[in-house]
């Protein structure tokens, strides 16, 4: 769950990027937050991760109060979070199987572990046959999909994606976008940060607007489409993952 | 912390040695002169102490008493050098034992003349100071007692080689000192540039909740690796050389040989002492520029 509450943060340079924003996400929500560049949407991502500290109000996220959060508790936020960058941030000299089980490995699982899920979440975004696979040789589609694998192999609760079909083209980022979709349906909250009006509109669901750090629209229609068929049957086969 | 993502992570800090490795040779060269003008100071030092004590054996000084002061004003009066701190050691020498020892240069009959009412020598003490280099101000402070004449000359070598000690000990302690900053400083950037190189990886890491001591650890292995190459190294080079070159200088001055301390009694202590300073400049280097990156770029995840 997520509950911001006149929420204010001014860089050091003295940009206000996000005025006095209160906003409430359930659990398993699945949340488009649009807007035009400069808008603050990045900056109130960074305000759910703590990579940015609020200046003033309450800001809680999955039962911790970042506000008051000491800097050594931060990890294990993050533990409970997944991240899906615009840039993908696949480290290139690794193949796609060692970059899902490099966020694994960082937070100290067994390499038993590893070899049980790693297979499995690849599964779920149908890379399954791609493990050995260096990212370079994959497409921008294909990549995001890495990068959506390992952001859920540590079974967040909440999902963020700041821009995530920015760098691939349209059809594919349906692709993710349903498999963003599927995600959610498991139990998962997502946030997608999206300045694509297009995708959003095919999609439908809950639309937060942002302009000038504030909410301007909230729009908590169901989904105009229901997932495809497609889309929900990216399920792992026997444990479940998220 | 779990502790078995740890070999993966060490593992990790040699990967970047090898992907740094024209940064982590430099790194390696600097500290490696670095240890090696340390290693030949402090051993240049510690032979040099070495020979000096050896030449103090046979290096006592002499205060020699005016002929007119009687025994038992000579007697008083080394209770008195006994009494002043920097010297270790006071011998009496009577002015008949100091006549006899020129019996023979003498011949019997000048000697026969000389003896007792006509000995023209005064009592004297062999003193050994403690300290060599606090010559000076110990010879003045004799010089004020009453009695005393003069005091001999000390041996010229010792004074040399005191000085030279002492040069070796400042001169090494400056080079040191400051090639020591500019070694930390490279280490620092090699580290800095490695965790530059990997910026997304550590982006990564820190999305996904590692702590910053996991972060931490590939960079600081590999700092500690260079820091003990460095120091390996250094070590065995001047245990190679050290035999070569005693041989050297006692060919040019016989009494090095004796005095100055063999192989078997160094090559220890220099291997544990450059290692160690060698590791801890490392662990030093390394630390400064993790926490600074940590704490500043390091924070980033999302960017702009
Ligand atoms: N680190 C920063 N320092 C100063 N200003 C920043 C920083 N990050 C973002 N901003 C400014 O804050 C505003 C909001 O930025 P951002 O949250 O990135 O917007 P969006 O993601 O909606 O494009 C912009 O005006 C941007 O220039
Ligand atoms: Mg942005």
């Not at chain 1, 936020?77 to 690794?94: A, E, H, S, W, Y």
């Not at chain 1, 105009?224 to 086969?237: C, D, L, N, Q, V």
């Not at chain 2, 000359?153 to 000085?163: N, P, Y």
């Amino acid at each position: 769950m997520i509950h911001l509450e006149n929420v204010s943060k001014v860089y050091p340079n003295g940009t206000q990027a996000v005025k006095d924003l209160s906003l409430d996400i359930a659990d398993g929500e699945f949340v488009f937050i649009v807007g035009p560049s400069g808008a603050g949407k990045s900056t109130l991502l960074k305000l759910l991760i703590r990579e940015e500290q609020a200046d003033s109000g309450t800001v809680l996220v999955n039962g911790h109060n970042l506000v008051t959060m000491p800097r050594r508790r931060v990890p294990y936020l993050r533990r409970t979070m997944g991240i899906v960058f615009q840039d993908f941030r696949l480290i290139d000299k690794m193949t796609v199987y060692d970059n899902v089980a490099f966020a694994m490995r960082v937070i100290g699982y067994s390499e038993k572990t590893i070899q049980r899920r790693v297979p499995m979440a690849l599964r779920m975004v149908g890379l399954a046959d791609k493990g050995k696979r260096k990212p370079h040789e994959l497409s921008g589609g294909e990549q995001q999909r890495v990068s959506l694998a390992r952001a859920i192999i540590n079974k967040p609760s909440l999902l963020i994606a700041d821009e995530p079909t920015g760098n691939i083209d349209p059809e594919r980022s349906l692709e993710v976008m349903k498999m963003l979709c599927g995600i959610c349906q498991k139990g998962t909250t997502v946030i997608v940060v999206t300045h694509e009006h297009e995708l959003v509109k095919q999609f439908g669901g809950r639309v937060i607007g942002i302009e000038g750090g504030q909410i301007t629209s909230d729009t908590t229609e169901p989904l105009r489409y229901p997932i495809t068929k497609k889309a929900a049957s990216f399920t792992e086969p026997k444990e479940g993952l998220v | 912390m779990k502790l078995s993502g740890i070999p993966y992570l060490l593992k990790e800090g040699f990967r970047n040695i090898w992907a740094n490795r024209m940064m982590s040779l430099a790194s390696v060269v600097v500290l490696l002169s670095c240890l090696l003008i340390t290693g030949t100071a402090a051993l240049v030092s510690v032979n040099v102490q070495a020979l000096i004590a050896g030449i103090g054996d046979d290096n006592e000084i002499t205060v020699y008493l005016r002929p007119d002061c009687n025994d038992t004003d000579s007697l008083a009066l080394g209770a008195k050098l006994s009494a002043i701190p920097n010297i270790e050691t006071c011998r009496f020498r009577s002015r008949k034992e100091v006549l006899a020892s020129y019996q023979k240069t003498l011949g019997d009959n000048i000697y026969a003349a000389m003896e007792g009412e006509g000995n023209p020598f005064g009592n004297e003490y062999k003193i050994r100071l403690q300290d060599l280099s606090q010559y000076e101000t110990t010879v003045t402070q004799i010089k004020t007692l009453e009695g005393v004449d003069k005091v001999s000359d000390r041996s010229d070598i010792a004074e040399k080689l005191t000085r030279l000690d002492q040069f070796v000990t400042t001169a090494g302690l400056w080079v040191v000192l400051i090639l020591g900053v500019v070694t930390l400083f490279i280490i620092a950037n090699t580290i800095k540039m490695t965790m530059y190189a990997r910026r997304f990886e550590i982006s990564i890491m820190k999305s996904v909740g590692a702590t910053n001591a996991f972060v931490r650890i590939p960079f600081m292995v590999e700092a500690m690796v260079i820091g003990l190459l460095a120091g390996l190294l250094s070590s065995v080079v001047l245990i190679i050389l050290y035999e070569p070159i005693r041989q050297a200088a006692s060919n040019v001055i016989g009494m090095i040989r004796t005095a100055t301390l063999p192989l078997y009694e160094v090559w220890l202590p220099v291997l544990l002492s450059l290692s160690g300073i060698g590791l801890l400049i490392g662990l030093l280097g390394g630390a400064v520029s993790v926490t600074r990156y940590l704490n500043k770029e390091g924070g980033a995840i999302l960017g702009t």
